[in-house]
């Protein structure tokens, strides 16, 4: 890394999330953070709601959702991190930031009144009709198939679903986002691309060039679509 110069390559918030223990555990390529994707021409278009900026607003969309006829949100079980992200926000509405931290360490117990409170609220959304039934059965396409056609309205993913918007050939115009209330934090991770501890010195090389390459603003320009964005570097451009 230090050969490479990353520190002049990439933000540094992407090289604190890549480390571990105190060793830098891959090369980033993208941040991730967790936000509500909506059908903007539902919730906003056809039923005047304005996107939710407290926890009592969101529930407030959630039952209009409802009563009209919609399943509010879509969670894809199959894909644990897409209910575990939720969970977590509700965690961490309760508990605040730094007891929320404190219990991901197991530096405090589960065996909380927040953690109560935060699984109560969930079991909440469940019985009245929030989520679609067998939620948790559902594969993340499957999830993004029910957001499509309009049968559910709310969805949280990272940045990846702008990509999948495009992929899949829907219209980019129909879609928003906002910060899931409640938490005080957006649920974020960093991805990376790992080498094998063995490679030779050569290998290692070729394969950070590769990296360096597919990730350039040059490369960006021509593959952006495959790409998840926003990448970490410094120069990054967003393609059109």
Known sequence: AAANGWDAKFLSSSLDLATFDGNLA?????IAMIGMFYRKDIMVDELGLAEPTTFEEFETVCETLKANGYTPMVLAGKAGWHVVRFVEALIEMYAGAEERDKIYALESSWNS????????????FVDKGYLPEGFITIEGSDARTLVYSGDAIMDPEGPWMESNIFNDDQDPALFDYFKIPGAGRMSGFIEMI??????????????????????????????????????PRLDNTLPD
């Open 113 to 124: 009144e927040s953690i109560v409170q935060a699984f109560t609220k969930f079991k909440e």
């Open 26 to 30: 891959g090369y980033p390529t993208s």
């Open 194 to 231: 790992q080498f094998k501890k063995g490679l030779s010195d050569d290998k290692l090389e070729a394969g950070m060039k590769f990296a360096d390459y597919l990730y350039s603003p040059e490369a960006v320009a021509k593959y952006g679509k495959l790409l998840k964005q926003p990448i």
